[in-house]
Each structure stands twice: as structure tokens, then as C-alpha cells.
Nanobody, 125 residues
């Protein structure tokens, strides 16, 4: 069992930055796990944004955010972050933190087991 609590969403202008945080509780995150961020624009499906392997720290990104977003982790705090720079209107979505105990590298939301409640990020056009 894992409880994930996101924070840091909000309304920002295009070109601004925002940092999301996700604190995991319910036990230590194992090195075989991965944590990640997905987003879901209004009326659309949930899409992978970024992921990080807990043990190695290796990171993965969707093409749409490469070079603008950075995922990182603080193992001591059991927390994952998403630094979002150069935000665009198309980044507007509800952002969800997710955890996969034995991640096989899948970017499909159905392959991630635990989810946070989501935090809204809005970038007006």
C-alpha cells in the first residue's frame, strides 16, 4: 500500500516555472520501484510525463516535455519532484503522481499501481 500526496499546482503564465512535489507514505520505496508523473488534460486521456527509477535514479521523459521538465527524487524524504520550466498552455492538465513497485518501463497508466489525487496546473493562452 502506498499513499501519494501531490502539492505545488497552480495558475501560472506561459514561460513561468512550477515545481510539483509528491510525498509517498505507507513504507519505504524499494529500489526496484519507479515513481512518475502523468497528466490528464480536460476531456482527454491520462498521459505519461516523466518517470524515475528509485534505485538508479535513471529518468525518462515524454517527448513533449524533454528539455523543459526535470524529475528528481529525495530518497530520505520518500518524495519525488517535477520541476516544470518554460510552461506552455498545452501543459494545462491535472498532474498525477504514480508509483510502480516493479516497473517494467511501461508508459501506460494501467501499468502503474498507486496514484495520488492529482493537482491542477493551468497555463492560460
Amino acid at each position: 500500500q502506498a499513499d501519494l500526496v501531490e502539492s505545488g499546482g497552480g495558475l501560472v503564465q506561459a514561460g513561468d516555472s512550477l515545481r510539483l512535489s509528491c510525498a509517498a507514505s505507507g513504507g519505504r520505496t524499494l529500489s526496484s520501484s519507479a515513481m512518475g508523473w502523468f497528466r490528464q488534460p480536460s476531456g482527454k486521456g491520462r498521459e505519461f510525463v516523466a518517470g524515475i527509477r528509485w534505485g538508479t535514479g535513471r529518468t525518462y521523459y515524454a517527448d513533449s516535455v524533454k528539455g523543459r521538465f526535470t524529475i528528481s527524487r529525495d530518497s530520505a524524504k520518500n518524495t519525488v519532484y517535477l520541476q516544470m520550466n518554460s510552461l506552455k498552455p498545452e501543459d494545462t492538465a491535472v498532474y498525477y503522481c504514480a508509483k510502480s513497485p516493479g516497473w517494467d518501463g511501461s508508459y501506460s497508466s494501467s501499468d502503474w499501481r498507486y496514484w495520488g489525487q492529482g493537482t491542477q496546473v493551468t497555463v492560460p493562452s
